[in-house]
């Protein structure tokens, strides 16, 4: 069964600091895609990255970045020089691909959500 | 494009009715996903749909809750003889399949409060 733990469930920090939000993640599968999604107060939740389980490479977005590592099964969020406009819960998931095609089996499995609090 | 949209945006209902939401995904997009998100927790996926056809539910589902995409647009969640566990946020996502891809978009959430 697949299983997301975000063990940080709140993190404070003062503007211009950088953050780094853990995920790490349980899967059998060998095809599998990992996202991180944004929900501000308004409630709604918005995509930020889609990473697939053969690409480990590092990205960089702006002021975020994501670090891959399927060695230790972990997908962290770096936010460099954080804003108070990035106060949020944080959610990182996981779908797994489910068959030899490698397209998305759909099913999101979300983990409890990291709210990050950025002080002025 | 717009996004997708969800009605209501909060139900406040008595335990023993009966609810409706409905969710229009972004325009042509074929999959059309159902989350549940209660205080402080993620959200807990319910159900989907690939067109009309609905693919999975999930055992949270119980008997008492019923999804339909009739013509592989808008979907309706019903909750029938609510019950207060049921109270929670309903989120509707939807995507469009191509090779190797399957971004969910979300929409903004039902609130639901049964009394």
């Known amino acids: 069964a697949q299983k997301v733990t975000q063990a940080q469930t709140e993190i404070s920090v003062v503007e211009k600091e950088d953050v780094t939000l853990d995920c790490v993640y349980e899967t059998r599968d060998t095809t599998y895609y990992l996202f991180w999604y944004k929900q501000p107060p308004s409630g709604e939740l918005v995509f930020l990255i889609r990473?697939?389980?053969?690409?480990?490479q590092n990205e960089i977005s702006g002021r975020y970045s994501w670090n891959f590592q399927k060695s230790t099964s972990s997908f962290n969020f770096t936010i460099t020089a954080s804003q108070v406009v990035d106060s949020a819960v944080y959610f990182c998931?996981?779908?797994?691909?489910?068959?030899?095609?490698?397209?998305?089996?759909?099913?999101?499995?979300f983990g409890q959500g990291t709210i990050l609090t950025v002080h002025p | 494009d717009t996004g997708v949209s969800q009605n209501p945006r909060h139900k406040i209902t008595k335990r023993g009715q009966n609810v409706t939401f409905r969710c229009d995904p972004i325009s042509e997009h074929n999959r059309l996903y159902w989350y549940r998100q209660t205080l402080g927790q993620g959200p807990e996926f319910l159900t989907y749909f690939q067109n009309e056809a609905q693919l999975e539910k999930s055992r949270l589902l119980s008997d008492r809750f019923s999804a339909e995409r009739p013509k592989g647009s808008f979907s309706t969640l019903e909750i029938q003889r609510t019950e207060q566990g049921d109270s929670a946020m309903y989120l509707c996502?939807?995507?469009?399949?191509?090779?190797?891809?399957?971004?969910?978009?979300f929409g903004p959430g039902t609130r639901l409060t049964v009394l």
């Open positions: 998931a996981l779908s797994e691909a489910g068959n030899a095609g490698g397209t998305s089996y759909g099913k999101l499995t």
């Open positions: 990473r697939n389980s053969f690409d480990e």
């Open positions: 996502a939807s995507s469009l399949t191509t090779s190797g891809t399957d971004t969910q978009y």
